[in-house]
C-alpha cells in the first residue's frame, strides 16, 4: 500500500496518543474498536481546550449528548504497542444538530488512518436532537476558518 503524506492544517487540534498493551490485539496491534474511544476522548479534549465548552459540563450540567450517528473509517497501516500516534480533528460541516468530523491518525507524516464521524446533539432528557447553541456554532466556524475548512 501506498504511504499517504499527511501534514496537519495550521490551527487544526492535534493529540499525540501512546499506543498501549490494552489497545493492541495479541498481533501487538490496535484493535480496531479501541480506535473509537480514542477518537471519542480527541473530541472531548477538543471541545474543553480549543472550543472552550467545557465537555462534561455540556453532559453533566447542560444534559446533551453527542451520540455517533455515522462512522466510515479507513485502516490504512497498522499501529503498535509503543508508538505514538497523533489524532487530528478536522471540521467539515456544521449542520442544525449535527457536526461532521474528520480524524487524521498519523505518525512522522505518514497517514495510518483516517475517520469521518457525524455526531449529533441531542437532549438527555428527551432523546431527541436539539439545535446547536448559537455560542457553540460560532466557535464551530471559527475553528472550521481558521484551519481552511469553511
Excluded at 499527511?6 to 501512546?18: H, I
Excluded at 476522548?41 to 455540556?58: S, V
Excluded at 479507513?74 to 500516534?85: A, H, N, V
Amino acid at each position: 500500500m501506498k504511504d499517504s503524506r499527511f501534514v496537519p492544517p495550521d490551527g487544526a487540534f492535534t493529540r499525540t496518543v501512546p499506543i498501549r498493551f490494552s489497545h493492541c490485539d495479541p498481533a501487538g496491534i490496535v484493535y480496531f474498536p479501541h480506535y473509537f474511544n480514542m477518537f471519542n476522548g480527541l473530541i472531548e479534549d477538543w471541545y474543553t481546550e480549543r472550543l472552550g465548552m467545557e465537555y462534561a459540563k455540556l453532559i453533566l450540567g447542560d444534559r446533551h449528548g453527542f451520540p455517533f450517528v455515522h462512522i466510515e473509517t479507513d485502516f490504512k497501516i497498522p499501529s503498535r504497542m509503543g508508538e505514538q500516534l497523533d489524532l487530528t480533528l478536522l471540521l467539515e460541516r456544521v449542520g442544525r444538530s449535527s457536526l461532521t468530523m474528520v480524524i487524521v491518525g498519523h505518525l512522522a507524516g505518514v497517514e495510518r488512518l483516517r475517520a469521518r464521524l457525524v455526531t449529533a446533539m441531542t437532549s438527555l432528557e428527551t432523546h431527541q436532537s436539539v439545535e446547536l447553541p448559537a455560542n457553540l456554532r460560532e466557535k464551530l466556524q471559527a475553528y472550521m476558518k481558521q484551519t481552511g475548512h469553511e
